[in-house]
């Protein structure tokens, strides 16, 4: 039984590993952020990524779907789009003579939400429900997404003009925050070796299915978490809102979402057990995102950083002592 469940876990880590080598021939030099996106989606979770054009986001994406032989949508936020174009809407049809529903963008495995913060909140909040429950309403009916199911939605964090923050409510249901930054000099020179010709992406090949994805998903659930692992992650967790500087801390559901992020960072080092450092490794992509800071933190120079450190070196003394 041991045996087996290893010979299962080493596939799993095998599959993830195989669909990052392929993100990575379209991404160059950005193993790590790759990485965070497919922990995300081993947990059945949602990226938030937030950097300058041109470094990439918009492909990664792309090449996710690709990898995984997943269906691909692309919504383009602009303040004129209306959340009916996300979800879907109900239409009468001539031929039935009854009202029928004509799926939105977001009927898709793979959603890119570009530039989500150039809606209105009206619009942005059309994600709420899928997000969380991965399923969508329209006039009363229910109607799932299909399995597996991510929303990667991409911001600039430079250009504010014309832009609407996201609220407090929408930030909560992305599972981590990410950036992929540029490119090293070798790493950009490589990235230009490989569009001389065609680009990548039109050869591009698939190297799992869905339901490689799905098993994986139900593997991470299985990675074993000890009682102090668990102590860790809630105290961190709740210290940030214990913390002077933080008008409003991280939520019970990123207590949740660092348990599983830790589940899918042990299984992608090849172990079966979390430790320690996989809650230090994931916390800060985990709960940044998820912690407002006071005004005054500002002029006293105190970042969502500083926060995250002292919350990890607090809790890291109370359980595990040296």
């Not at 789009?81 to 003579?97: E, H, L, Q, R, V």
């Not at 407090?168 to 599972?175: I, M, P």
């Not at 799992?208 to 809630?234: C, K, M, T, Y």
Request: aromatic fraction near 6%; glycine fraction near 4%; charged fraction near 25%.
């Amino acid at each position: 039984m041991h045996v087996s469940k290893i010979q299962t876990n080493e596939h799993a880590l095998s599959c993830m590993r195989q669909i990052i080598h392929n993100v990575e021939k379209i991404i160059v030099g950005k193993q790590y952020a790759i990485s965070l996106v497919i922990a995300t989606l081993a947990c059945r979770g949602h990226v938030l990524i937030e950097d300058v054009p041109g470094v990439g986001k918009t492909s990664l994406v792309a090449a996710l779907a690709k990898s995984v032989n997943g269906s691909f949508k692309r919504i383009q936020f602009t303040p004129d789009i209306m959340p009916s174009d996300i979800t879907g809407y109900s239409a009468f049809s001539p031929k039935t003579g009854e009202f029928e529903y004509r799926p939105g963008a977001v009927m898709s495995q793979f959603v890119l939400a570009d530039e989500i913060n150039r809606t209105s909140p009206k619009t942005q909040s059309s994600l709420l429900e899928v997000m969380e429950e991965n399923q969508v309403t329209v006039d009363g009916l229910t109607h799932p997404v299909p399995s597996p199911f991510m929303v990667l939605a991409t911001q600039n964090p430079v250009d504010y003009l014309g832009t609407f923050a996201l609220p407090e409510a929408q930030l909560d249901r992305f599972f981590m925050k990410i950036s992929l930054g540029y490119p090293d000099e070798r790493s950009e020179s490589k990235m230009l070796e490989r569009f001389k010709g065609k680009t990548p992406m039109d050869n591009l090949t698939h190297v799992a299915e869905g339901a490689d994805i799905i098993r994986v998903q139900e593997l991470v659930e299985q990675i074993h978490v000890d009682p102090e692992i668990n102590r860790f992650i809630v105290t961190v967790t709740r210290k940030t809102r214990e913390h002077e500087d933080v008008m409003l801390g991280a939520s019970p559901r990123a207590s949740i979402c660092l348990f599983r992020a830790v589940q899918a960072w042990a299984l992608y080092e090849g172990r079966d057990y979390v430790v320690p450092d996989d809650v230090i490794e994931m916390a800060p992509h985990v709960l940044s995102h998820r912690i407002l800071m006071r005004q005054e933190a500002s002029i006293r120079q105190v970042t969502v950083d500083d926060v995250l450190d002292h919350a990890i070196e607090a809790a890291a003394a109370g359980i595990f002592p040296r």
